[in-house]
């Protein structure tokens, strides 16, 4: 069966993304549209960046249009995040959430959670430093909601 450091994504600059370089971190995995009236959470996710990197926090968003709320480019998204909203974590080139062509990542995020399909923008997923899921969260949850539930994943050696 396959674990989440069995993924690889490609980042905004084109440089291959694996996920296990990321091994013994904890990581916390969103899609993300820009145009989404939910983009402000873009902030709140670089806070906790910022606050927890340095313990262990990667934050890796995944553009999406899957529900027509992304710009035209993934260069004008990753422009209009880092302009907007200040974000300095990894961000990769647009993926699909849900359907035929659906990422191979969120296919397992969606089966490991039990949960199907992707409803909206912003589901985000806190994977532990062991690499297993810890919650799903749905895409209403601000980032500042999760952080006690984060900050015991990150202090959980």
Same mark, same amino acid.
């Given at each position: 069966?396959?674990?989440?450091?069995?993924?690889? !994504?490609?980042?905004?600059?084109?440089?291959?993304? $694996? #996920? *296990?370089?990321?091994?013994? *971190?904890?990581?916390?995995?969103?899609?993300?549209?820009?145009?989404?009236?939910?983009?402000?959470?873009?902030?709140?996710?670089?806070? #906790?960046?910022?606050?927890?990197?340095?313990?262990? #926090?990667?934050?890796?968003?995944?553009?999406?249009?899957?529900?027509?709320?992304?710009?035209?480019?993934?260069? *004008?998204?990753?422009? +209009?995040?880092?302009?907007? +909203?200040?974000?300095?974590?990894?961000?990769?080139?647009?993926?699909?959430? $849900?359907?035929?062509?659906?990422?191979?990542?969120?296919?397992?995020?969606?089966?490991?959670?039990?949960?199907?399909?992707?409803?909206?923008? +912003?589901?985000?997923?806190?994977?532990?430093?062991?690499?297993?899921?810890?919650?799903? +969260?749905?895409?209403?949850? *601000?980032?500042?909601?999760?952080?006690? !539930?984060?900050?015991?994943?990150?202090?959980?050696?």
């Amino acid at each position: 069966m396959a674990t989440i450091y069995d993924f690889s !994504e490609t980042e905004m600059s084109g440089k291959p993304l $694996n #996920l *296990k370089d990321y091994q013994g *971190k904890v990581l916390l995995i969103v899609n993300t549209a820009s145009k989404c009236g939910l983009a402000p959470q873009l902030e709140g996710l670089e806070d #906790l960046y910022k606050k927890y990197q340095e313990q262990g #926090l990667v934050v890796l968003g995944l553009p999406s249009n899957q529900f027509h709320q992304e710009l035209e480019s993934d260069e *004008k998204t990753e422009e +209009y995040c880092q302009l907007h +909203y200040g974000v300095t974590f990894p961000m990769t080139k647009r993926v699909a959430v $849900n359907g035929d062509d659906e990422d191979p990542l969120f296919t397992y995020l969606k089966e490991t959670s039990g949960h199907g399909k992707i409803k909206w923008n +912003y589901t985000k997923f806190l994977i532990g430093r062991d690499g297993k899921l810890i919650h799903r +969260y749905a895409p209403i949850t *601000k980032p500042e909601a999760i952080e006690v !539930e984060l900050s015991k994943a990150i202090n959980q050696q």
